[in-house]
């Protein structure tokens, strides 16, 4: 299927069937959430993949009792860092380095200006920034989970504050930006069949 056949046939499941998603299908979509973009590729975000039942089950309270939660069968969680460290710049270079099999003194350049580039943000203005960039992992994880045919729910309708303490965040210096249900829709999940309402294209669209 096209990718927009794709993005026709995936909507925001609100009733899954308990299915289990396949490893295969699971390593699909995580291989696309590793290759989504970010602002300077810091990816600064870490990527929960919970299929523990005990877990979920303490997680649903938390995210006011949305049934995606149990039913489905990987929670994905994005957890942004809380702010941006020079050491977390220094490991990017390094890795930059490894991969591409350079000099790290070559990127030397790069490295003073991301940092410079962010010397003047407060921690919260990090903060925000860092889930902003999560934001788009979860983007393309939807996309990938379409492919797949894997029925996928982003949801917001979570407490962060608990997710951290219940994930155990705060001390990794990371917060709960965003959350991906993954599994199968149930029949009796009435959504499945209505038509998608988006604004329209005139209104959406501004060509100049
Ligand atoms: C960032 C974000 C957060 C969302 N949070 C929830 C949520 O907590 N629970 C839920 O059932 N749907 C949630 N949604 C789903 C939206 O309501 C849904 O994507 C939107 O109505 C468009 O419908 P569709 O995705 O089914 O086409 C969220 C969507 C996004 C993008």
Redesign the pocket.
């Known amino acids: 299927m096209s990718l927009i056949n794709n993005l026709q046939w995936?909507?925001?499941t609100?009733k899954m069937n308990g299915e289990s998603v396949t490893n295969e299908k699971l390593q699909a979509i995580l291989d696309a959430i590793q290759l989504a973009p970010s602002s300077y590729g810091l990816q600064p975000y870490t990527v929960f993949v919970i299929s523990d039942p005990e877990v979920k089950a303490k997680l649903q309270p938390a995210?006011y009792g949305?049934t995606?939660i149990v039913d489905g069968s990987h929670i994905i969680v994005f957890a942004s860092w809380t702010d941006v460290s020079a050491q977390q710049v220094d490991d990017y270079m390094t890795n930059i380095a490894s991969k591409r099999n350079m000099p790290i003194e070559a990127l030397n350049g790069f490295k003073d200006y991301i940092n410079g580039s962010i010397a003047n943000l407060s921690q919260e203005q990090k903060a925000a920034w860092n889930a902003k960039q999560s934001?788009i992992a979860?983007g393309i994880g939807l996309a990938a989970a379409a492919e797949q045919q894997v029925d996928a729910?982003?949801?917001?309708?979570?407490v962060p504050a608990q997710y951290n303490e219940i994930l155990g965040l705060t001390q990794q210096g990371l917060h709960a930006s965003?959350?991906m249900a993954l599994g199968y829709r149930a029949e009796t999940d009435a959504?499945a069949t209505m038509p998608?309402?988006r604004r329209d294209k005139d209104l959406l669209f501004k060509f100049i």
């Open positions: 995936r909507y925001a609100k995210s949305q995606q934001y979860l729910t982003p949801m917001e309708g979570f965003v959350v959504l998608k309402v």
